[in-house]
């Protein structure tokens, strides 16, 4: 096990840009909304912060070739200083999340853990195992590209009840972005991890990736999928349901 290496200034970078973030949209952008959609708003308001930005910074770190290593990477290739910056600007963001939950919502035990465990990937894999970090930018950019959607869907919800326009945001978005998600995380996300999954099994990564450090990171990812899958399929029923009722006042 490699000792972590924390001599770089990104880290503290990004940890300070969502910081601010969070503060200007606590302080300024949502300060006259109520107390709880307040504070819910601002974690909202980072995770846009985060989210499409993450997918991109992704792309260009997976499509951008090394000298070093000319050959097409594979999930157990070594961590390159693209790669890096990108799990360093999730796991800033991960944390000042993380830090919001602590504060406001400590009851909210599956995001904390959910937080927790993502932290823990990509911590390990940026800080003391220095390869994978191919399979887990792929799973960032699925993870995240349905992130717009759900953060604007999301903050229409907190406003429907008193702001039309947000109702009817909120009603417009919620078949497609369902959709969507569903595609993302119910189909092509399993796939991958599927893939992930036989690679790490028939001990394709050598001794590149611990064992304890692909099993732990499966386990987490295979949850974090089960999870959105329920989530997805909740909602899925809650939407039928207020069609339903909607056809039977029409």
């Keep these: ?147 717009f959607c759900q953060n604007v869907w999301t903050l229409a919800g907190y406003r429907k009840a008193d702001l039309p326009v947000a109702g009817k945001v909120f009603d417009l978005m919620s078949l497609p972005f369902f959709a969507f998600y569903t595609i993302v995380r119910g189909i092509i996300g399993p796939l991958f991890v599927y893939k992930m999954g036989v690679f790490y099994i028939n001990q394709m990564a050598g001794d590149s990736i611990p064992v304890w450090a692909w099993v732990s990171w499966m386990i987490v990812i295979v949850t974090a999928i089960l999870i959105s899958i329920v989530w997805v399929f909740d909602h899925w029923i809650d939407w039928f349901k207020r069609r339903k009722a909607m056809n039977k006042l029409a």
Excluded at 32 to 39: E, L, S, Y
Excluded at 56 to 77: C, E, N, Q, W, Y
């Design 1 to 147: 096990m490699g000792i972590p290496s924390f001599q770089t200034l990104t880290l503290p970078t990004f940890f300070f840009f969502f910081v601010s973030s969070y503060l200007l949209a606590y302080f300024r952008i949502f300060q006259n909304w109520d107390p709880k959609h307040r504070v819910e708003a601002s974690s909202c308001f980072i995770s846009l912060t985060h989210g499409t930005p993450a997918v991109f910074m992704a792309i260009h770190a997976l499509t951008t070739h090394t000298t070093k290593s000319p050959s097409p990477p594979t999930f157990s290739s070594p961590n390159t200083f693209l790669h890096n910056t990108v799990l360093e600007f999730s796991i800033s963001y991960f944390s000042i999340d993380l830090l919001h939950y602590l504060i406001f919502f400590p009851n909210d035990t599956l995001f904390i853990l959910h937080h927790l465990a993502t932290l823990y990937v990509f911590f390990t894999c940026r800080f003391i195992v220095h390869h994978g970090s191919f399979a887990l930018l792929v799973l960032l950019i699925l993870a995240e590209i349905t992130s």
